[in-house]
């Protein structure tokens, strides 16, 4: 039985700041070299409706988190 895919919405950690990113699905274990780019509490799973929208719009609804001053950077 092949696997349902739910679409995401999330925010990585650019070189300029938070940048916004639609992946096929949630991240997981496969996707280990590109946890530490993601930005905690800001992956959103996306309705049917939402998957069809801009990055732009999609940044709208789901604006950048703030981050703790003390996070990650490059």
């Not at 070189?15 to 070299?33: I, T, V």
């Amino acid at each position: 039985m092949a696997s349902v895919r739910t679409p995401v919405f999330l925010w990585v950690r650019g070189l300029r700041g938070p940048e916004p990113q639609r992946w096929s699905e949630a991240p997981d274990a496969h996707h280990n070299s590109q946890a530490r780019l993601m930005i905690p509490g800001a992956i959103h799973p996306l309705t049917s409706t939402e998957a069809g929208l801009s990055l732009d719009e999609l940044s709208r609804r789901y604006p950048a988190p703030q981050e703790a001053p003390d996070a990650p950077s490059f």
